[in-house]
Antibody, heavy 118, light 109 residues
C-alpha cells in the first residue's frame, strides 16, 4: 500500500532553515509528482510546489520562490523540502502528497509540525 | 494567479440531509478541479478529481460537478463521519500550479 512517512517535528529560530523529508513506499517513486502543502494553525491549506522525482524538475508557488528548495533522492525514494529564512509566519504543519491524475494529490504524509520561535 | 472562492464558509446541517458546497474560480480552470475532506488532526483526503471523478474508495454519496469557473460538491445524505472541512483545489493549465480554496466547514446542526 502507498505510504508517505515524514520526518519528525522541528523547532527553529527565526532566520534559520528547515528541511523536511518524505519517504515513499508502495508505488514507483519516479512515476508521480510530489507536492508540498502547508497548513498554519487553524488555517487552510497552502500549496508550496511540486517536484518531478524522475527529472528533479520543480515548480514553486510564487510566494515561496527564492526561499524553498525541493529535492529528491531516488535511491531511497525520498523527497525533501527545505525552507529558508524562517519567520513565525512559517509555523505550520507541512505535508508531502503524491500527485495523481495530473490535477490532484491522492496520498498524503502524516504531516510535520515546524515551529518557528525565538 | 487563479483565486478560488468557496461558499458558504460554514454549512450547518443534520445527518441525512443533503449538502451542496460551491467553489468558484477567478478564471476558467477547465475541469482541473479537485475536492478534499479534512478532519481535525488529520491529513486531507482526496474525494473528487477532474471535477467529477470519485477517487478510489470514496462512497457514492459524494459527487462533483461543474467546469470552467463554477463547481459543486454534493453529499447526497450526510453521514456522521462527513462533518469536516472541505477544500477545493485547482491546477492551472500553464504553468502547472495548484491553488486551494479557503474551505467550507460542514458542521452538525
Amino acid at each position: 500500500q502507498v505510504q508517505l512517512v515524514q520526518s519528525g517535528a522541528e523547532v527553529k529560530k527565526p532566520g534559520a532553515s528547515v528541511k523536511v523529508s518524505c519517504r515513499a513506499s508502495g508505488y514507483t517513486f519516479t512515476g508521480y509528482y510530489m507536492h508540498w502543502v502547508r497548513q498554519a494553525p487553524g488555517q487552510g491549506l497552502e500549496w508550496m510546489g511540486w517536484i518531478n522525482p524522475n527529472s528533479a524538475g520543480t515548480n514553486y508557488a510564487q510566494k515561496f520562490q527564492g526561499r524553498v528548495t525541493m529535492t529528491r533522492d531516488t535511491s531511497i525514494s525520498t523527497a525533501y523540502m527545505e525552507l529558508s529564512r524562517l519567520t513565525s509566519d512559517d509555523t505550520a504543519v507541512y505535508y508531502c502528497a503524491k500527485g495523481a491524475h495530473i490535477t490532484a494529490a491522492d496520498y498524503w504524509g502524516q504531516g510535520t509540525l515546524v515551529t518557528v520561535s525565538s | 494567479e487563479i483565486v478560488l472562492t468557496q461558499s458558504p464558509a460554514t454549512l450547518s446541517l443534520s445527518p441525512g440531509e443533503r449538502a451542496t458546497l460551491s467553489c468558484r474560480a477567478s478564471q476558467s480552470v477547465s475541469s482541473y478541479l479537485a475536492w478534499y475532506q479534512q478532519k481535525p488532526g488529520q491529513a486531507p483526503r482526496l474525494l473528487i478529481y477532474d471535477a467529477s471523478n470519485r477517487a478510489t474508495g470514496i462512497p457514492t454519496r459524494f459527487s462533483g460537478s461543474g467546469s470552467g469557473t463554477d463547481f459543486t460538491l454534493t453529499i447526497s445524505s450526510l453521514e456522521p463521519e462527513d462533518f469536516a472541512v472541505y477544500y477545493c483545489q485547482q491546477r492551472s493549465i500553464w504553468p502547472p500550479l495548484f491553488t486551494f480554496g479557503p474551505g467550507t466547514k460542514v458542521d452538525i446542526k
